[in-house]
């Protein structure tokens, strides 16, 4: 659910709202599960993400991964690349009435060397075009490759 606790009460979508609340906070400890176990203390085996991005969706472990890294924004731990990633996505406040922000439910709480990267691996795997995208790609080629074979190709002669 991509807005705040605010404006779904105001359009009587509060349910969708704690909804998704509660799926981004069981990501977020998904990911720190993920860490625990594909961590071996010198390297991150990118099934940390894979397995995370499976059960949750590429949308949801991105935007997770991006308020922990806007939320953590001072920390010089994580490489100038993935702040800049992190930025990209649009993660409105989201006040909790009480002084609080909502968005702190789902800061991952892993050790920041690590976490910055997961978050590498993460941007890598979420470069990566779907299977859905690689065959409207391939799709396309097809077509332009039949559409060139319908007309031969004019051969230029050579200057005399």
Not at 37 to 52: P, S
Not at 112 to 130: I, M, Q, W, Y
Not at 143 to 155: C, E, F, N, T, V
Request: proline letters at 6%; aromatic letters at 8%.
């Amino acid at each position: 659910y991509p807005h705040t606790a605010a404006y779904a009460l105001e359009h009587g979508e509060l349910e969708q709202y704690r909804a998704s609340l509660q799926a981004n906070i069981a990501c977020k400890n998904a990911i720190e599960a993920a860490i625990r176990q594909y961590f071996d203390g010198m390297h991150l085996n990118e099934v940390a993400v894979t397995e995370v991005m499976s059960a949750y969706g590429k949308e949801r472990i991105c935007y997770v991964i991006a308020n922990t890294v806007q939320q953590m924004e001072w920390d010089g731990r994580f490489s100038p690349a993935n702040k800049a990633w992190a930025k990209t996505v649009d993660i409105p406040p989201n006040p909790d009435g009480f002084g609080g922000e909502r968005t702190l439910d789902f800061v991952v709480d892993s050790h920041p060397a690590v976490l910055d990267g997961f978050t590498g691996l993460l941007r890598r795997e979420c470069e990566k075009p779907s299977l859905y995208e690689r065959m409207e790609k391939a799709s396309v080629q097809r077509k332009a490759g039949s559409r060139s074979h319908d007309k031969p190709l004019k051969r230029k002669e050579p200057e005399r």
